[in-house]
């Protein structure tokens, strides 16, 4: 069963700052998938499907190796 998660990055202003978000993202062990709903000027909302729970530590090595800034946890309902 996989897992969703959804969280904000902070910085993205183009396609070509999501692709670099998704390429860290996807070499994450167990990422099946990422997508990311671009928000220029705000915290875009980016949501991640693996086999397994991902450690948020994980998640913000990834954003920051790809030179964005990983956005505090909220609920998004």
Known sequence: MSQTTTFGVDGMTCAHCVQHVTTELT???GVR???IALV????SQVTVTSDAPLADEAVA???DE???V???RR???
């Open 33 to 35: 998938g990422v997508d």
């Open 27 to 29: 070499a994450l062990p």
């Open 70 to 72: 990983l956005t505090p």
């Open 61 to 63: 090595g990834a954003v």
């Open 40 to 43: 220029v000027g705000g915290s």
């Open 75 to 77: 609920s998004l309902l």
């Open 66 to 68: 790809a030179g964005y």
